[in-house]
């Protein structure tokens, strides 16, 4: 099974950017759909962006759309969050994950049931 190792996160002042990563063991690294989560304080875990298995096809919540990007390097057996123009509530734990997950169901922002989860990065901007 493929374990995740996030890296990146950090402060930032509103507007700026971050790039949060997250490696993966194993073999099967490219047989997973991938998402990035956030948790803000005193809030439900939600789904920030995802990305199928082929990597064809994404989902961008829409308070993200435009400023942030998800991606990922199959070969590098890796996985990126890329954040610009972040606001005051973008901050919050970020999780990276990787489940079987349908492509239609990434397309819609349904990533319910992921399989292995990365321990989480803290991003705090500020105004």
């Known amino acids: 099974q493929v374990q995740l190792v996030q890296s990146g996160g950090g402060v930032v002042q509103a507007g700026g950017s971050l790039r949060l990563s997250c490696a993966a063991s194993g073999p099967t690294f490219s047989g997973y759909a991938l998402g990035w989560f956030r948790q803000a304080p005193g809030k439900v875990r939600e789904l920030v962006a995802g990305?199928?298995?082929?990597?064809?096809?994404?989902y961008h919540k829409d308070s993200v759309k435009g400023r942030f990007t998800i991606s990922r390097d199959n070969a590098k057996k890796t996985i990126y969050l890329q954040m610009n123009s972040l606001k005051v509530e973008d901050t919050g734990i970020y999780y990276c994950?990787?489940?079987?997950?349908?492509?239609?169901?990434?397309?819609?922002?349904?990533?319910?049931?992921?399989?292995?989860w990365g321990k989480g990065t803290l991003v705090t901007v500020s105004s």
């Open positions: 990305m199928t298995r082929s990597g064809g096809s994404t």
């Open positions: 994950a990787a489940g079987h997950t349908l492509k239609a169901k990434v397309v819609a922002g349904e990533m319910d049931n992921m399989d292995v």
